[in-house]
């Protein structure tokens, strides 16, 4: 087989960059692990920055986005009873727009099935090899058969578990880690949601979010122990401790009702340098991951995808190489300011267990900082909006 860029996973990244090249006239393979039932079956964040939404209407599957997506100008911080909105407008000029992670890939699939783009499923033993030769290509497993793709380029968009990153040599990869002493215990359940725009709360009892997919379908998270097991948790025992998390008046109102799916995620930031080593480029959560607080894992995945697009079209159809010459190196400075505001967010809303008073008070300070601070909100709404590419 041969294609121009064969693309290591079908999740957000892998399809939306396969769908921006083929508007530009550029063939693709995808080679995905799992079956797509498998890979539609996960829940994963549901904050779109506008760039992903104009992203998606470029791609041309934007159109149930538009239709079903909320828009949502601003969004609240709390710290016990006390409430800070960002006026997301006001101080950034676009809104967020709620829209499920898993939404975006159906439609993502929805579209390359509408032209015939080709998917390989259940692939087995990815190997990238040539990568620093000018004639780059794939070995991997597919029913039962041992199959090659060669390409022009290898886009690795297979995730922190994929086998792009890796194919990288150790001594030419830099990366940075930090892992967060405690969890996320997310639930999905069939209520309205607690609030109208999303709620961020820091409590003395730890983080909780109140989140929503639709105006039936809620999204919760409360901050766990690392050790935690779902099975430790009863519905019952996830509402009441998301009661004591949230401001009062909104615990007041909460419609609970029995979970649809519970499960508990860790937090890590993670960055590995660069992004681009010979014909592969890495996209996406194969390069970096952030804390979820920011609402940033796909959003920062975006705009990768929106860099190497650009760049990949411009080598095609301009014989100009500097897109991809500069790709990582663009794609990096955003990604850092991205890992940056993640880990602000996660360091302002949750409790640490070696927190002393005074890291307490630094809390308290900076939300009060933000409650007063007109220059202060600004910036925190410039990051969650997002920052330009
Ligand atoms: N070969 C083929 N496919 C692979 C391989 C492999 N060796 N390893 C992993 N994959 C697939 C996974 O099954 C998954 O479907 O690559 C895909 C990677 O998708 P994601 O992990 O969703 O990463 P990405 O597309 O970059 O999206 C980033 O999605 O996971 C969230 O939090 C993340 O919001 C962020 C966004
Ligand atoms: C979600 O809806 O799952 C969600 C929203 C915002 C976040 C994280 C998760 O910051």
Redesign the pocket.
Known sequence: MRTQVAIIGGGPSGLLLAQLLHKEGVDTIVLERRTKEHVLSRIR???LEQGLVDMMRAAGTAERLDREGFKHDGTVLSFNDEIVRIDLAKHAGRPVTVYGQTEVTADLYAARESWGGETLFEVDDVELKGLDSDAPYVTFRHDGQDKRIDCDFIAGCDGFHGVSRKSIPENVRTEYEKVYPFGWLGILSETPPANHE?IYANSSRGFA?C?MRNAHLS?YYVQCELSDKVENWSDEAFWDELRRRIPQEVAETLVTGPSIEKSIAPLRSFVSEPMRWGRLFLCGDAAHIVP????KGLNSAASDVYYLHQGLTRYYNDKDNEGIDRYSEKALARVWKVERFSWWMTSLLHRFPDQNPFDLKMQQAEIAFLQENEAAQHALANNYVGLPY
């Not at 979820?292 to 609402?295: D, V, Y």
């Open positions: 964040a549901g904050v999303l979010l989140s999204r979820p607080t920011g609402a």
